[in-house]
Nanobody, 124 residues
């Protein structure tokens, strides 16, 4: 049984930092591209960042570039999203997701497995 278990999140003031973690089990983790998505109230899940299987390449969305860092530790089957200089518009539920395709996908529909989500609230 594949599981992606998230931790982290919470309430932080604007300008603050948070780190999200996502631990995977039940799959060959190093064979999966990973992504982080954010979903605001009444909105669709929006891609925040992706990371390749080896972790050698990451891409972050323009709206978080320079502030968010995506990393992975394949020995621990875990990915991390370090979020710095948070803004109120970063508020939402953050989901980690795994995709078995070789090519990195940017659309949520391609991802096979999902974490349970973590609420991130940034106050002004």
């Amino acid at each position: 049984q594949v599981q992606l278990v998230q931790s982290g999140g919470g309430l932080v003031q604007a300008g603050g930092s948070l780190t999200l973690s996502c631990a995977a089990s039940g799959l060959s983790f190093s064979k999966y591209t990973m992504g982080w998505f954010r979903q605001g109230p009444g909105q669709e899940r929006r891609l925040v960042a992706t990371i390749t299987r080896s972790g050698s390449s990451t891409n972050v969305a323009n709206f978080v570039e320079g502030r968010f860092t995506f990393s992975r530790d394949n020995a621990k089957n875990t990915v991390y999203l370090q979020m710095n200089s948070l803004k109120p518009e970063n508020t939402g539920v953050y989901y980690c997701a795994g995709d078995g395709h070789v090519q990195v996908k940017t659309s949520a529909e391609y991802y096979d497995f999902w974490g349970q989500g973590a609420q991130v609230t940034v106050s002004s």
